[in-house]
């Protein structure tokens, strides 16, 4: 097959939320995924994206900047009181019932559960540790419990993912309809919420929590946001945005320039101006260092499409983590390369993957699975390309008409998020059906 025709395989499975085989194939043609799913835009009817306020339409005294309109869908995406309180209450259920299902089990939480990186749609990762008294591999616990869950009553559908490389159970909540992912604990997921969580920390700006939001929604409306499709999940994506924050040279914002392969280099030095959403106003307020100038997130996005759109290297290059600090290096040309005490393991007829190690586990490559990264980059590069363009034209009338509805993040996003919208009504109505 041509390099254009496997491409084009791969976009259409990912489209359609199928895995592809790809070890066979050294190289193939990015191209760029549009929205699909339950995101794919069904009439040519503009409709006003969720987060705008009801007041931008044609007749609001002034447009909002791209800055203003992340900030208002940091705001829209934050989990409500109603919202939090429901999964609180889901997790202590869940955790109630296994318990009393596997005797000496212990289950908790991990991931976006524990970030707060989360939508209030998403599902909620759970890792088990089974009673070490009477030890088993994994599987076979998985599936006791599976029975068990399902004789129970506390599930509307399981979903058995039990032959994967991590075997889970997918367990869909009969009240909310939420899923919750149990997977036995083998040390890592709790790891890896620690490094995130003690990484968030460390950024004041919020500016890594910010564009990990507004980047997973835009990978997740084009069925790019997990490796199941070769996609880009969550946990590999902080670490792309933490990458591009961290990785610049605060030697440079002296120097003031707009140009956005100077702004990529300034990031780490830079703290978020303007914001007020519920993830920013939790935090102890702290005025701002007087040498740091305010950060505009739109910059950050425009910068961030185009260091992973056209600016990095993936064929030469590995981004390394430790727990507390990353540098880029050159990529060697054997497979399974060590490059100081890290080692990664992607085979060199493969050279376009993203390499990138775990700050959890430095010898882990955790852009392996990612094979449709080329998707993604190109993806990037339009998107950004796009942007830019339409950031020019709403200096005129026509431009600015284009944004009147959707604004400029909502076209940034594409797709229609009316089903996004009535999953989370329904989500929080079953809640209050209850209480």
């Known amino acids: 097959m041509s390099r254009f025709s496997v491409g084009a395989m791969l976009k259409e499975n990912i489209m359609d939320g199928r895995p592809s085989r790809m070890k066979s194939y050294s190289d193939y043609e990015g191209l760029v995924i549009p929205p699909c799913g339950d995101f794919t835009p069904h009439t040519s009817i503009t409709t006003r994206s969720p987060w705008m306020p009801v007041d931008h339409g044609s007749h609001a005294s002034r447009r909002s900047s791209l800055h203003e309109e992340l900030s208002q869908f940091m705001d829209y995406m934050a989990p409500t009181r109603e919202e939090k309180a429901l999964r609180e209450d889901l997790v202590a259920r869940i955790t109630k019932l296994i318990q009393k299902l596997a005797p000496g089990a212990t289950v908790c939480p991990v991931g976006s559960y524990i970030t707060k990186l989360y939508f209030p749609t998403s599902d909620i990762d759970m890792v088990i540790s089974f009673n070490q008294l009477y030890p088993s591999d994994a599987k076979t616990e998985l599936q006791l419990l599976e029975y068990k869950i399902r004789r129970s009553g506390f599930a509307g559908s399981i979903d058995s993912v039990l032959q994967a490389s991590t075997p889970l159970l997918r367990v869909t909540d009969a009240t909310t309809g939420l899923e919750v992912d149990l997977t036995a604990d083998d040390g890592h997921g709790r790891r890896a919420t620690n490094v995130v969580s003690s990484w968030l920390r460390r950024d004041e700006s919020g500016v890594i929590r910010s564009l ?134 992607s085979s060199t007829t493969q050279q376009y993957l993203l390499h990138i190690t775990d700050p959890a586990c430095p010898t882990t490559d955790m852009g392996c699975k990612a094979y449709g990264i080329k998707h993604a980059r190109e993806t990037f590069r339009d998107a950004h390309d796009a942007l830019v363009e339409l950031l020019g034209s709403t200096k005129t009338r026509v431009g600015r008409a284009r944004t009147t509805d959707r604004g400029l993040l909502g076209n940034f996003m594409g797709g229609d998020f009316s089903n996004f919208v009535a999953e989370r009504r329904r989500i929080a109505m079953s809640w209050k059906g209850r209480h």
């Open 212 to 345: 990990v939001t507004v980047l997973k929604m835009f990978l997740s409306i084009r069925r790019l946001g997990t490796t199941f499709t070769g996609g880009i999940n969550s946990y590999v994506l902080v670490w792309m945005v933490a990458a591009y924050v961290k990785l610049g040279a605060p030697e440079r914002v002296s120097q003031g320039s707009n140009d956005v392969g100077d702004i990529i280099s300034r990031m780490s030095s830079l703290h978020v101006g303007g914001r007020t959403s519920a993830t920013a106003s939790a935090q102890p307020a702290q005025a701002p260092k007087e040498s740091a100038p305010a950060l505009d997130l739109g910059d950050a996005l425009l910068g961030f499409l185009r260091f992973y759109g056209r600016d990095f290297d993936y064929a030469t290059k590995v981004i390394q983590f430790s727990t507390d600090n990353v540098r880029i290096t050159s990529k060697p040309l054997s497979p399974g390369f060590s490059v100081g005490r890290y080692r990664t393991f």
